[in-house]
């Protein structure tokens, strides 16, 4: 009896690795579509805020429907429709608008807070929200598998997750760079950088024991050893570094050397020895881990470029303002507008890169990859990112939000690695206690659906409850 439960346990384990592994992607277009609710959903929210269901729309529960749902649903059951999705989320808003009136007491709360940017909360938060839900969904069937993380080339929609998570995280850092504290020298600045680094690293430590434990690693992703809470503790150290040249180069510079830098090495025989080299130390081990940081590097570098934008606090001055004929008008319009100029030129390299990619005999050369986060991935999730940023930006100058936002995604928000850490632990005890590879629609629905929730509890209670925040 008990060799034959280990039997299936072993069978089972098998079938999970089968399951993850050989994807190779969907469509960029699907990827922004499902993503896409995000922008609708805030659309809506803004609207029903300032109308007489203002105080309705402050609760957890208003919240996770409006936000969350759309982005469960996309993922799963409604993967094929997810346009549609969209299109009647922003259909009712429409309506709600042009049916009601403003409440007084909308116009009495004015609108945000000086200085603070709903759009950005919205932005990270959704996006933290759509990788929670990825990483538990992703083993259900009824999560398409054209949206699980390809194996070496391609794109999908956990793909573009843990890259748009870098990529916030440069965002808001680029408010440290912009108003630096005077008088503070390089090696404190260094210091700091590795002592807020230690607890993610500990973090990577403890999730390899975890996952080491009950046999669940994915070798191909990162490696033996590796895990991305390595690559999200080691980014701060070496961006200080790159910061102290910071006054003489441009981010934006810096990010595209590293960038195109690691693609010209990948050319050069790096890419084959990633994917072919046996792990005969720990190097060899961790290479993707290991190569693919220069990526991650670059995109985190690009985010704090772009985060100078949305930081900036006049961007009238700026030749691209000027460019634009918007040197006069408001500086949520500029933002939006200098954020979509950079998400058009990043889509029209991509679009040549993959031109060249479909005339060329070595086409693995240009093809997308995540798993050594080359030049094509990082042109990708830069662009993605800025598209969807500048997207809840215009939302934003149609329809300014009230004080800091949605109040769950602010929670979230505020609260971000924890709730991802939270998010990860939840995983981890489903997979335990179920075989999420035989669950029914009905059944893989309200475990995705109870999870989420939970989820979101979290961040909500500690910020909202008790106004606590977690810094790691």
Same mark, same amino acid.
């Given at each position: ?31 922004? /579509? ?5 922008? /609708? ?62 409440? !007084? ?29 990825? $990483? ?14 390809? !194996? ?12 748009? +998570?870098?990529?916030?995280?440069? $965002? ?21 950088? =590795? ?37 999200? &503790? ?24 590293? /960038?195109? #830098? ?13 994917? !072919? ?11 993707? #881990? ?45 933002? /939006? ?22 005339? %060329? ?16 991935? +990082? =042109? ?14 215009? $939302? ?18 505020? %609260? ?33 659906? &109870? ?22």
């Amino acid at each position: 009896m008990y060799s034959t439960i280990m039997m299936r346990d072993e069978d089972y384990k098998r079938a999970q690795e089968e399951w993850v592994s050989n994807c190779t992607g969907g469509s960029i277009r699907e990827i922004l /579509a499902v993503c896409s609710s995000l922008v /609708a959903s805030h659309f809506l929210w803004t609207v029903l805020s300032k109308r007489d269901c203002n105080p309705f729309v402050k609760g957890f529960w208003i919240q996770l429907f409006v936000y969350i749902v759309p982005v469960l649903a996309n993922q799963t059951v409604l993967a094929d429709h997810a346009s549609l999705v969209t299109l009647g989320i922003l259909s009712v808003g429409f309506l709600v608008s042009m049916t009601t009136s403003k409440s !007084e007491q909308a116009a009495r709360d004015g609108t945000s807070q000086t200085g603070y940017k709903p759009y950005l909360t919205v932005y990270r938060a959704g996006i933290m929200m759509v990788t929670c839900l990825a $990483i538990l969904a992703v083993d259900f069937p009824i999560f398409p598998r054209r949206f699980a993380k390809v !194996e070496t080339f391609g794109t999908s929609l956990m793909d573009v997750g843990v890259g748009a +998570v870098v990529f916030s995280s440069g $965002i808001v850092s680029s408010r440290a760079y912009l108003y630096q504290i005077p008088g503070e020298t390089k090696m404190l600045a260094l210091f700091k950088a =590795i002592r807020s680094a230690l607890p993610i690293l500990t973090l990577g430590f403890a999730r390899f024991v975890l996952t080491k434990g009950v046999d669940y690693q994915h070798n191909s992703e990162y490696g033996l050893h590796w895990n991305f809470f390595f690559t999200l &503790g080691f980014l701060p150290p070496f961006v200080t570094l790159a910061s102290f040249l910071y006054k003489w180069v441009p981010f934006s510079v810096l990010g595209l050397a590293i /960038a195109i #830098g690691y693609q010209v090495a990948l050319s050069q025989g790096l890419q084959g020895w990633i994917l !072919e080299a046996p792990r005969v130390d720990m190097i060899s081990a961790n290479k993707e #881990g290991i190569c693919s940081f220069a990526g991650y590097l670059s995109i985190f570098l690009l985010g704090l470029d772009s985060g100078t934008v949305v930081f900036k606090k006049s961007l009238s001055n700026t030749l691209e303002s000027r460019w634009l004929g918007l040197s006069k008008g408001s500086n949520t319009k500029q933002v /939006a507008a200098q954020l979509t100029l950079r998400a058009t030129l990043l889509w029209t390299v991509l679009g040549c890169w993959r031109f060249l990619a479909e005339n %060329n005999n070595d086409e693995q050369a240009f093809e997308v990859s995540r798993r050594m986060a080359n030049l094509p991935y +990082v =042109i990708w999730v830069v662009a993605f990112s800025l598209t969807l940023l500048a997207s809840l930006v215009w $939302i934003e100058d149609y329809n300014p939000s009230l004080a800091r936002g949605p109040e769950l995604l602010d929670a979230v928000n505020v %609260n971000g690695l924890s709730t991802f850490l939270w998010a990860n632990v939840l995983t981890g005890l489903v997979n335990l206690s179920m075989r999420t590879l035989y669950a029914s629609t009905t059944t893989s629905l309200l475990v995705c659906f &109870g999870y989420i929730t939970v989820v979101s509890l979290l961040p909500w209670i500690m910020w909202r409850r008790f106004g606590i925040r977690v810094k790691l």
